[in-house]
T-cell receptor, first 112, second 115 residues
Framework: GESVGLHLPTLSVQEGDNSIINCAYSNSASDYFIWYKQESGKGPQFIIDIRSNMDKRQGQRVTVLLNKTVKHLSLQIAATQPGDSAVYFCAEGLSGTYKYIFGTGTRLKVLA | GAVVSQHPSWVICKSGTSVKIECRSLDFQATTMFWYRQFPKQSLMLMATSNEGSKATYEQGVEKDKFLINHASLTLSTLTVTSAHPEDSSFYIC???FGDGTEAFFGQGTRLTVV
């Protein structure tokens, strides 16, 4: 079936550096994508989203890039901080269907 | 805004008993609520989708008689794990959405341990 996958299960970055977390999706019909952050023992926290009619969206210290040609999504975190340490999930869906498929997750470790 | 609260945050129960988990949208009316299950170090797996006043739609492989979902109002959905067994131990997370459903707000999760 359709699925969303991640290339890197664990990413370690130095504090202050930029982080890039990647995600590949396989359902070409998906038109809405979200990045979530999940800290240990907590529910996912919305970070940023992007619709398929865009290829880039910026938030506070975060940028999401969407490449529909290769079905690739990335999350860029600028000036990574210790508080950014968490597991990050990408999710894909069809707007209006209310259903998202989550990727496997990438653990981000920020080194002091 | 857009706060979703789950209760309890953790529960331990004996094998064979049933456990009810509540999911409430505190400051908005949720058109749709979703229940996910997450095993350690794994991703969220959608179990079912529920709309207020109608029967839940279960994902393939999820036993509807095992995981009873009731969505009695626009602010409350409950998940009851019936005749729980140790393999049902997991982290259960709900989410709720409104409007066109493009953004879902997640609860803090419920850690269920069946002994």
């Amino acid at each position: 079936g359709e699925s969303v996958g991640l290339h890197l299960p664990t990413l370690s970055v130095q504090e202050g550096d930029n982080s890039i977390i990647n995600c590949a999706y396989s359902n070409s019909a998906s038109d809405y994508f979200i990045w979530y952050k999940q800290e240990s023992g907590k529910g996912p926290q919305f970070i940023i989203d992007i619709r398929s009619n865009m290829d880039k969206r910026q938030g506070q210290r975060v940028t999401v890039l969407l490449n529909k040609t290769v079905k690739h999504l990335s999350l860029q975190i600028a000036a990574t901080q210790p508080g950014d340490s968490a597991v990050y999930f990408c999710a894909e869906g069809l707007s209006g269907t209310y259903k998202y498929i989550f990727g496997t997750g990438t653990r981000l470790k920020v080194l002091a | 805004g857009a706060v979703v609260s789950q209760h309890p945050s953790w529960v331990i129960c004996k094998s064979g008993t049933s456990v009810k988990i509540e999911c409430r949208s505190l400051d908005f009316q949720a058109t749709t609520m979703f229940w996910y299950r997450q095993f350690p170090k794994q991703s969220l797996m959608l179990m079912a989708t529920s709309n207020e006043g109608s029967k839940a739609t279960y994902e393939q492989g999820v036993e509807k008689d095992k995981f009873l979902i009731n969505h009695a109002s626009l602010t409350l959905s409950t998940l009851t794990v019936t005749s729980a067994h140790p393999e049902d131990s997991s982290f259960y997370i709900c989410s709720a959405s409104f409007g066109d459903g493009t953004e879902a707000f997640f609860g803090q999760g419920t850690r269920l341990t069946v002994v």
